[in-house]
């Protein structure tokens, strides 16, 4: 029998975790063995005391799901807690719920049910989800598709902003997860763009479906602008992302990596040029300059001017042009745009 392994860490949740616990209780399906590992990541509200009563309950009344809470002996961050489950788990499968997201009833059956339909068992299965606050779609998958990610396709989704680059709302086969080690990245922000590169980066098949099986809930409001501490942590994970990535390159590398890493870079130095004083972070100055250099040679190396134009407004004087408020709105629209040319005319 198949088993899955639920992971949700837990850390001040009081006004979500209820809901999120609900939804899983909503996912039992008889066929699959379904295991639920809950993470104290020592919350100094009553979380943990909410979903401890919530399973107890559930477990009175002949619930079939497995529960099991791991402690951590200190605060340490979802990261750190995804890690200490993964390594405790025993499913085929690992699936990453946020303790403020929900799952939609009978996802984990749909899950599986397609996963029956495909031959083997694929990497990688990943649903659509939607966000609450604006009823935003996350990812464009337009109907179900099976992906032999031999030559990069999957990839190249992750890259291209096509599917969101989220830990959530995949099915991750357990060995793949071993055999690459693929585990979170610990201490930094936006690790999810890091973790989403490596896994479709080593996946060997990806199935994607096109229903919402996840509810995102956006309610992490806090401006990147808010601390001079935060802001510096931000530029520095966002380093060791691009510099993780460019280590790591593709076998096939098309334009769309190197917009991906400079849509990284670029929110990076923008929270530089605008919110820290140069002279008090030399060392992330210097980062972010070196950064530049390696993805401005690499992307000329590889044939695509239009890209290092790209690229160039980063550096003075056009960087002047970054600080334009279209520029900034519609940086996206700019990189997908330079990223299709460039897909057309290289060398």
Same mark, same amino acid.
């Not at 949700?8 to 209820?18: L, S």
């Not at 899983?24 to 005391?49: G, K, N, R, T």
């Not at 619930?63 to 390594?87: D, S």
């Given at each position: ?6 992971i ?11 809901r ?39 477990k ?16 340490? !961050? ?13 499913g085929?499968y ?7 997201? *929900? ?28 966000s ?21 396709? !999957? ?92 280590v ?10 190197? !917009? *991906? ?41 590889? !044939? ?6 790209l ?7 056009? *960087? ?11 940086? *996206? ?15």
């Open positions: 029998m198949l088993k899955i392994s639920i949700i860490p837990i850390y001040n949740v009081h006004d979500y975790i209820g999120c616990l609900e939804s899983i209780f909503m996912q039992e399906y008889p066929e699959v063995a379904i295991e639920c590992i809950l993470v104290d990541d020592c919350s100094s509200d009553d979380s943990m005391e909410i979903a401890e009563r919530m399973v107890s309950d559930y009175c009344r002949g619930g079939i799901i497995q529960f099991e809470v791991l402690r951590l002996p200190e605060n340490k !961050g979802h990261c750190a807690a995804r890690n200490a489950a993964v390594r405790i788990a025993s085929d690992y699936l990453f719920v946020d303790s403020d997201d *929900y799952l939609e009833q009978g996802s984990i059956k749909y899950f599986v049910d397609e996963l029956n339909t495909v031959d083997g068992r694929p990497d990688v299965v990943m649903a659509n989800a939607i609450t606050c604006d009823q935003r779609i996350l990812s464009t998958i337009p109907h179900k598709q099976f992906i032999d990610n031999s030559n990069c396709e !999957g990839l190249n989704l992750i890259l291209s902003r096509m599917l969101a680059h989220s830990s959530w709302n995949k099915l991750v086969k357990a060995n793949v997860f071993a055999d690459y080690e693929l585990y979170f990245s610990e201490g930094i922000i936006n690790e999810d763009l890091l973790w989403s590169y490596m896994l479709f980066l080593h996946a060997r098949s990806i199935l994607l479906l096109p229903r919402i099986t996840y509810f995102y809930e956006n309610n992490n409001l806090q401006s990147i602008t808010k601390t001079k501490t935060y802001s510096l942590k931000f530029i520095r994970s966002r380093l060791f992302i691009c510099n993780q990535i460019l790591n390159p593709p076998r096939i590398i098309l334009p769309e990596y190197f !917009g *991906y890493v400079f849509s990284i870079l670029h929110k990076a130095f923008d929270v530089f040029e605008n919110h820290i004083n140069a002279s008090d972070a030399s060392a992330e100055r210097d980062g972010i300059c070196q950064l530049k250099h390696n993805l401005l040679h690499s992307a000329w190396r590889k !044939g695509y001017p239009l890209l290092c134009c690229i160039l407004t980063t550096y003075k004087p056009f *960087y002047y042009i970054v600080k334009l408020k279209a520029f900034r709105i519609h940086i *996206y629209f700019f990189i997908r745009t330079a990223v299709t040319a460039s897909r057309r005319f290289h060398f």
